[in-house]
């Protein structure tokens, strides 16, 4: 990580040391290279940043019931947290918690615990949906076969998007909102470019689109990763948590490595990257018809084919 926290301290403090804004002493440096902010101006600053791309981006209208999709974690709690802040300026929309339980032993139990801590203090509406439920096994299970633990990501991946989206079907949802932050959409794009899956990077999930899918919204896309650990600092939110067992053997925690350094070395290169996405984006068409979508012949959800992916995914598991 290129930047790093300042530490508050009274006294003798120099004045790259104190709050661009108001001189109190600062917590975070911003992303110029003079910018600090201290407590009360990260939360307002990064208030104000989620705000405001939910605004340009029309993220949420009047009459949505939000559906947050809260797995417990930093960006989730602080994609709650910010929510809830700003939901008394927003006309006739509601919010509700979702949590998916893939399964994982060791590591979701606490997450769940903590997920369920936030919404009750919150007095936000929770549920939670299992993958035992939906698809009869838990992921530690599917992953039993041999050679299956590589691919942990990308199955937990597949399934968690279904059982996200009938976990928000079952509360009336209108939009899936999720924590992915700047740091995770610019590394989603090497991702995409380097499995050379085209469409992913061209689809813009947001924009619901066929309309017969709930579009799912990122409000922390202009968010990074460290001001999301700095907000839940000095909100008292921050909560050590496991690793996910899985983690480690994914593709993503390698291009996680290389673009913090190429973060480190040449500041703003993770916007760079999103800014190219958004260039591909308009030039691009993506196909938005929802005249190929039909159920599935195996479990009744919303599929491009005959049978869906989850479902496929499922045989190819033994399952
Ligand atoms: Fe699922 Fe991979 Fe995330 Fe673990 S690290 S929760 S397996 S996507």
């Not at 902010?37 to 307002?44: F, G, K, P, Q, Y």
């Not at 061209?202 to 990122?218: A, L, N």
Request: some cysteine; proline content about 3%.
């Amino acid at each position: 990580m290129g930047d790093k926290f300042l530490t508050p301290y009274e006294g003798s403090m120099a004045a790259a040391d104190r709050c661009s804004l108001c001189q109190e002493p600062a917590v975070i440096r911003g992303r110029e290279q003079a910018e600090r902010w201290c407590a009360s101006h990260l939360i307002t600053r990064l208030e104000d940043r989620v705000r405001g791309h939910i605004r340009e981006s029309s993220l949420i209208s009047p009459g949505d019931h939000v559906a947050v999709a809260l797995s417990g974690g930093k960006d989730s709690t602080a994609l709650l947290l910010i929510l809830t802040t700003l939901l008394p300026e927003w006309k006739d929309v509601s919010i509700s918690a979702i949590t998916v339980d893939e399964g994982i032993a060791g590591y979701r139990e606490e997450t769940i615990e903590s997920a369920v801590r936030l919404t009750r203090q919150l007095g936000i509406r929770h549920s939670v949906l299992s993958f035992t439920d939906l698809f009869g096994k838990d992921l530690d299970t599917l992953l039993r076969k041999n050679g299956s633990r590589e691919r942990a990501c990308s199955v937990c991946g597949v399934l968690r998007r279904r059982a996200l989206s009938e976990a928000a079907l079952r509360i009336g949802g209108t939009r899936v909102a999720t924590g992915h932050n700047l740091d995770d959409e610019a590394q989603s794009v090497l991702m995409n470019i380097l499995r050379g899956d085209l469409l992913w990077l061209v689809q813009d999930s947001s924009s619901g689109e066929p309309d017969c899918f709930i579009p799912r919204i990122k409000p922390l896309a202009r968010v990074t990763e460290k001001e999301v650990v700095a907000y839940l600092f000095v909100r008292d939110s921050y909560r050590e948590l496991p690793e996910c067992p899985y983690a480690g053997s994914a593709l993503r925690s390698e291009i996680r490595t290389m673009l913090g350094d190429l973060e480190h070395r040449h500041p703003g290169t993770r916007e760079a990257i999103i800014r190219s996405q958004e260039k591909i984006r308009k030039q691009v068409p993506v196909r938005s018809s929802s005249e190929h979508i039909r159920s599935c012949r195996r479990c009744g959800a919303l599929s491009n084919g005959e049978i869906c992916q989850a479902c496929r995914l499922l045989d190819s598991l033994g399952s």
